[in-house]
Structure formats: C-alpha cells, structure tokens
C-alpha cells in the first residue's frame, strides 16, 4: 500500500508540474484548433478520468491480491 500511495503522489506531482509551463498566446495547428474551440478541455477531463480510473483499478486489484496473500 506504500508504494502505491508513493506512485499516486509522483502522479500527481507531475501533472501539476505540467500545469506550470506558461503558453504562447498564439495558437497555430492543432493547438489553435482545440484551444479555438475549447475541445482542449474535454480532452483533459478525458485524460483525467481514464487515470483517475486506472489509479482507482489499481488500488483495488492490491487490496485483493494483500487480502489473498493473508489468507
């Protein structure tokens, strides 16, 4: 259970990391498309949810396999 809580605080440290880079405010190719259109942030909550998903996944498959190994 320690490594996965150290595994989800890397995680989350790098996508606050990627969240500090600034932007040009000039958009061009497909940037300026999703950014033009705010699709960007559909994509992100996307992207989002299917780690938030797999993070969930994980933690539940370790539950079952300790709960395993104890018996």
């Given at each position: 259970m320690y490594k996965i809580s150290r595994?989800?605080?890397l995680i989350i440290v790098l996508l606050i990391s990627t969240f500090t880079y600034a932007q040009d405010s000039?958009?061009?190719?497909?940037n300026g498309v999703m950014?033009?259109?705010n699709k960007i942030y559909v994509?992100?909550?996307v992207c989002v949810t299917?780690?938030?998903g797999l993070i969930l996944y994980l933690i539940?498959?370790?539950r079952k396999v300790s709960k395993a190994e104890k018996q």
């Open positions: 595994i989800i605080t000039t958009a061009t190719g497909m950014t033009s259109h994509v992100m909550a299917i780690l938030i539940r498959i370790d």
